[in-house]
């Protein structure tokens, strides 16, 4: 069987960006019913040479978004790292989810050859054929940060579980 470059990308990011939205109301909850000031938590890190929180959902959302736009040959519009509470970065994983389903699968087709040039430091870039750019950037890079995210949250004791991190099958 053979799989597409929209089934590779899309299916797997939606996912992990809406499991994302339920670990960050379930943190929502957990301030609310503790007293706690969302605020705190959205400014955790695991260690201070660390991004908080907040940067780490940014992060994740933005190389969903930027690399799905990038393999269908456009660039994202940019957005601002604004948020400064559990619903505005509910929503902005939202807007990506709903660019992610922006995109068909005739949009992606070819991809996989296709040369991708991302930047990734002070003026650097690193150009890579769209199969690997998918499956070791940014995959990887979204797990990462999700992952980081969700590492935060219980580490502050939010009550979080393996299914919350993987959804419903």
Do not use: C
């Not at 736009?69 to 509910?90: I, K, N, P, Y």
């Amino acid at each position: 069987m053979a799989i597409s470059m929209h089934q590779a990308a899309v299916p797997p990011l939606r996912r992990t960006l809406t499991t994302l939205i339920g670990v960050l109301a379930k943190a929502q909850a957990h301030a609310e019913s503790q007293g706690i000031d969302p605020a705190v938590l959205l400014a955790s890190r695991l260690y201070p040479d660390m991004f908080p929180l907040t940067r780490q959902v940014q992060i994740a959302a933005d190389i969903a978004r930027r690399g799905v736009a990038r393999l269908a040959g456009v660039e994202a519009a940019a957005v601002a790292d604004d948020e400064t509470s559990f619903e505005q970065l509910m929503a902005r994983l939202r807007s990506a989810i709903g660019e992610l389903d922006g995109y068909s699968p005739g949009q992606l087709e070819g991809s996989a050859e296709r040369q991708v040039t991302v930047p990734v430091g002070r003026g650097q870039t690193i150009t890579m054929e769209g199969w690997p750019f998918l499956s070791t950037f940014v995959l990887p890079n979204v797990y990462f940060h999700t992952t980081t995210a969700y590492a935060i949250l219980r580490h502050n004791g939010v009550v979080l579980g393996k299914r919350d991190y993987l959804g419903e099958p």
